[in-house]
């Protein structure tokens, strides 16, 4: 916990880290492989109380270009999403699927975006120890989804450091 913090709030803790790492294997004229891992954890909580998240995701990427003025990315992402609720009990969301782009420069300073996703979720719930764990369970079962999209963006830079983007999905 931060000194500051204890002085003002005695009892309440603070903490956090991310983290985040990136290699790219070669150039995108010729396919560019990219593997991307990054996450972050932060919790504010008291004796009685607690706020907590925590993520973790997991993307590889291969971007090619595809004539002179347009690149395709195929990507699958894997991912980690916790939330403690209360002291009682973590919500966790496991997550993964693929997505594929197509950018499009349609102008020297204007682009065009259309992707598609899917991505597949599996939400559990971890009761904390000594709390009403088999009610917990028995409210909440574990469920899984799965959300399939579209998006579409156009960018244009209208002037020099200003990018103006609108977006639909």
């Known amino acids: 916990?931060?000194?500051v913090l204890g002085a003002i709030a005695p009892g309440t803790e603070l903490s956090?880290?991310?983290y985040q790492v990136r290699v790219?294997?070669?150039?995108?004229?010729?396919?560019?492989?990219?593997v991307w891992a990054f996450g972050s954890f932060d919790r504010l909580a008291q004796p009685r109380v607690a706020?907590?998240?925590?993520?973790?995701?997991?993307?590889?990427r291969y971007d090619r270009a595809?004539?002179?003025?347009?690149?395709?990315?195929?990507?699958?992402?894997?991912?980690?999403?916790?939330?403690?609720?209360?002291?009682?009990?973590t919500i966790w969301a496991n997550l993964g699927g693929p997505r594929a782009e197509l950018e499009m420069e349609v102008g020297p300073s204007a682009r065009l975006l259309f992707g598609v996703d899917l991505l597949a979720n599996r939400f559990e719930i971890e009761p904390?120890?000594?709390?009403?764990t088999d009610q917990i369970r028995t409210l909440f079962p574990?469920?899984?989804a799965l959300v399939a999209g579209a998006y579409a963006e156009g960018s244009a830079r209208v002037w020099r450091g200003l990018e103006?983007?609108?977006?639909?999905?």
């Not at 699958?76 to 209360?86: A, N, V």
């Not at 103006?164 to 999905?169: E, F, I, N």
């Open 128 to 132: 904390a120890a000594g709390t009403l």
């Open 24 to 34: 790219d294997l070669g150039r995108v004229a010729e396919g560019r492989w990219t």
């Open 1 to 3: 916990a931060l000194p």
């Open 164 to 169: 103006v983007r609108a977006g639909v999905r």
């Open 16 to 18: 956090y880290w991310d």
């Open 66 to 89: 595809v004539g002179r003025r347009a690149k395709l990315r195929v990507a699958f992402q894997l991912g980690r999403d916790g939330t403690l609720y209360s002291t009682l009990a």
């Open 142 to 144: 574990p469920r899984n």
């Open 51 to 60: 706020l907590q998240t925590e993520f973790h995701r997991l993307d590889l």
